[in-house]
Nanobody
Framework: QVLLAESGGGVVQAGGSLRLSCAASGLTFNSYIMAWFRQAPGKEREFVAGIPRSGDTYYRNTMKGRFTISRDNAKNTVYLQMSSLKPEDTAVYYC?????????????????WGQGTQVTVSS
């Protein structure tokens, strides 16, 4: 059984930083593409960042320069370092696993999801 456990969310003031973690189990971690999505109230789930086993990184344009995705294959963990946070970054952030092809941006291309962690940025 694949399990993804996100942590690190919380309340932060605008301009602040947070580091999210996602610990994976039940899969051969370094064989999969890992990604972060987020979903704000009343909005669709959107792609934030992705990282394949090669370590290349992919970001939603609006996150470039502020968010950094990384992975530690020895710890089966993917991270999302977020800085210069804005109130519009407030959302539930989800970790996801993709085993096959298809574009990073589409949530339907992902096979497994975590429960999410809430990030709230106050103004």
């Amino acid at each position: 059984q694949v399990l993804l456990a996100e942590s690190g969310g919380g309340v932060v003031q605008a301009g602040g930083s947070l580091r999210l973690s996602c610990a994976a189990s039940g899969l051969t971690f370094n064989s999969y593409i890992m990604a972060w999505f987020r979903q704000a109230p009343g909005k669709e789930r959107e792609f934030v960042a992705g990282i394949p086993r090669s370590g290349d990184t992919y970001y939603r344009n609006t996150m470039k320069g502020r968010f950094t995705i990384s992975r530690d294959n020895a710890k089966n963990t993917v991270y999302l370092q977020m800085s210069s946070l804005k109130p519009e970054d407030t959302a539930v952030y989800y970790c996801a696993v993709k085993s096959g092809g298809g574009r990073y941006y589409f949530a339907s291309n992902y096979d497994y999801w975590g429960q999410g962690t809430q990030v709230t940025v106050s103004s």
